[in-house]
């Protein structure tokens, strides 16, 4: 079965527009022409590239190849078009700068209309509908699912998949799987399990959906196989169905999230404002239903690799909490940990750093990715800081909407955001790479002491030069 084909729609700018989406965003752009001016200070490396047209998601592939001073690692991002050229999934190969190697010169004199030399497109997918999110499998991350305007899940193999020209006209490339098991749209919920090859999907029609792909998949066995270079076996029908499906929310299900020691524990968070965790062990019901986790919708989850007791969610009432999930209880009981105020706009994604237990990052409508450390909340408070409790980083990079951004599992504290740039700059969106300097992460103690030597330095170069 193929995927339903999504309706001919005008291109959807972002998750939600408001009333006011059309008026310029003053406050984010004062807040970039004074980010531009701190960059050399605040970036050890940044690059932007300017895109063509939006994409809603973006998230890293795997490291092709090491070398001494940057690394060549593969990008997967989508192209959302007006319908005068087919909307396409993009693997891109880009060019990741080590640590303490880029100029400073070098990362202040960006133009951020242009195209970056770091990023370079390798393969064109023509996508069946615009590609709303992309997950990429843990256990093999050249293939990746997508979320388009369908109830289908579709599944790529990317090196398998033949490169194609983006033609209006031209037929839609085909994917490895399709998973179907939603009644209605599944645009955004969408996650790979850590453990085994899982699939989580949410969507319309309130259902949080699980499949399992390991019948699908191979580990290259056979030279056939081999030869293809694909880990997708062929089968005579190429629709997989849903190993279970759940029912619990009252409104569209948002975003999805497993657990990561887990392939039978998750959490769905949803438009009834409500964040969910289940066990498919225990059947099809909510384990907890937390109720009313925030004050309006949820659009984004995240589980915590470290310690997976604390859960993120980020929401259209501005903010993100941290939940304990030892603190929830099958009443809906649960108060969270922590509630970040740091947004003046819906937040987006929220995403847990997978290098520091205590930090993760939020994006939101308001164009600033904001980088957290809960560890820090009492600090901050003990030197009676004016900012949000446990901020300590702010990207104002983009000059709209931050739709999506992924940590660089294999580059710590690198990160790559995407923004649609559609409602304020004449259409098209920014891609950035980019990562803060280690002076603002790494211990104090540590940082002290690099600052005095440097301090020593330039006093000691004064005296020879006098």
């Not at 919708?297 to 007791?309: E, F, I, P, Q």
């Amino acid at each position: 079965m193929e995927a339903t084909p999504p309706p001919s729609e005008p291109r959807k700018r972002g998750r939600m527009k408001g009333p006011g989406g059309d008026k310029k965003n003053t406050a984010a752009d004062e807040s970039y022409a004074h980010w531009k001016l701190l960059v050399p200070v605040l970036y050890d490396w940044l690059a932007s590239h300017n895109l063509v047209w939006p994409s809603l998601s973006c998230r890293w592939g795997p490291v092709l190849e090491s070398g001494t001073y940057k690394n060549k690692q593969r990008l997967y991002l989508s192209e959302q078009t007006d319908h005068t050229q087919p909307n396409t999934l993009i693997i891109a190969n880009c060019e990741v700068v080590k640590p303490r190697v880029a100029a400073e010169n070098h990362i202040a004199n960006f133009n951020e209309d242009a195209r970056s030399p770091y990023v370079k497109k390798y393969k064109t997918i023509l996508h069946p509908g615009e590609v709303n999110r992309i997950r990429e499998l843990p256990q093999n991350k050249n293939i990746v699912a997508t979320h388009t305007d369908c109830p289908e899940v579709l599944i790529w193999d990317v090196e398998a998949q033949p490169n194609r020209q983006a033609l209006l006209g031209s037929a839609d490339s085909r994917p490895d799987l399709v998973l179907s098991g939603h009644q209605e749209n599944a645009e955004f919920a969408l996650a790979m399990c850590p453990a085994e090859p899982f699939v989580l999907s949410g969507g319309k029609d309130k259902s949080v959906v699980l499949w399992s792909i390991q019948d699908h998949v191979s580990t290259l066995a056979t030279e056939a196989t081999q030869s293809a270079g694909s880990i997708i076996k062929a089968a005579d029908n190429s629709t997989v169905g849903p190993r279970g499906v759940f029912q619990g929310h009252d409104d569209t299900v948002e975003d999805v999230q497993f657990c990561p020691s887990s392939s039978q524990q998750f959490c769905s968070v949803g438009d009834d404002s409500c964040l969910i965790l289940w066990d498919a062990r225990t059947g099809s019901s909510p384990v907890v239903k937390v109720e009313k986790a925030h004050n309006a919708d949820l659009h984004c989850v995240d589980w915590n690799s470290h310690d997976d007791n604390f859960i993120l969610t980020g929401s259209a009432d501005h903010t993100v909490c941290m939940f304990d999930r030892r603190n929830l209880n099958s009443a809906g009981i649960g108060s969270p940990v922590h509630k970040f105020e740091g947004h003046s706009a819906a937040v987006l994604c929220v995403q847990w750093s997978p290098d520091k237990t205590s930090v993760f990052g939020s994006s939101a409508e308001d164009g600033l990715l904001n980088i957290w450390d809960y560890e820090k909340i009492g600090q901050m408070e003990e030197t009676e800081s004016k900012g949000p409790a446990g901020l300590f980083f702010q990207h104002a990079g983009h000059r709209d909407k931050v739709v999506d951004f992924h940590w660089n599992a294999y580059d710590p504290w690198t990160i790559v955001s995407v923004s649609d740039d559609g409602d304020l700059w004449n259409g098209g969106g920014t891609l950035q790479l980019w990562r803060m300097t280690d002076l603002l992460y790494r211990p104090k103690d540590e940082v002290l002491v690099e600052l005095q030597k440097f301090k020593d330095h330039v006093i000691e170069c004064s005296k020879t030069t006098s």
